[in-house]
């Protein structure tokens, strides 16, 4: 196309301010996908951090329970407890890209909820499903 063509002229100019616009969208596109899968990651690291340190907490104490009164833990319930604390230890803190603990705290929760029924613990209760309490 000549330079002398009117249409050509305005078809680039057409063009190049799509090309600008593309360029332009991308950059904030790349910022604010940042910010917001920052928060996402905030947001979701603290649900899955709340529910591991209740998990450990959980394990922790009926560990405790069972040295110290070994005849309310059965020694299966016991077996099943230091096997969720295992897989509860290998779940990272950090973020390490592969990493599969969502399998890892779902094998968990699986192995609460038996070892929750082995023990007779009504886990609505252990989940504050009942929590009433005022601040």
């Not at 319930?77 to 592969?98: H, R, W």
């Not at 969502?102 to 499903?129: E, H, S």
């Amino acid at each position: 196309m000549s330079n002398d063509d009117p249409l050509a002229q305005v078809l680039d100019i057409e063009e190049e301010f799509e090309d600008a616009g593309y360029l332009l969208g991308m950059e904030d596109g790349k910022a604010i996908g940042a910010v917001e899968g920052r928060e996402m990651g905030c947001d979701s690291g603290f649900d899955i951090g709340k529910d591991l340190g209740f998990y450990q907490g959980w394990v922790q104490q009926w560990l405790a329970a069972a040295d110290t009164h070994p005849e309310v833990v059965p020694a299966r319930a016991q077996k099943k407890l230091i096997e969720i604390k295992a897989l509860l230890d290998e779940v990272p803190t950090t973020n390490v890209e592969g990493a599969h603990f969502a399998d890892r705290i779902k094998k968990a929760q699986q192995k609460f909820k038996v070892v929750a029924a082995m023990l007779g613990v009504n886990i609505a209760a252990d989940l504050g499903a009942s929590n009433n309490m005022s601040f």
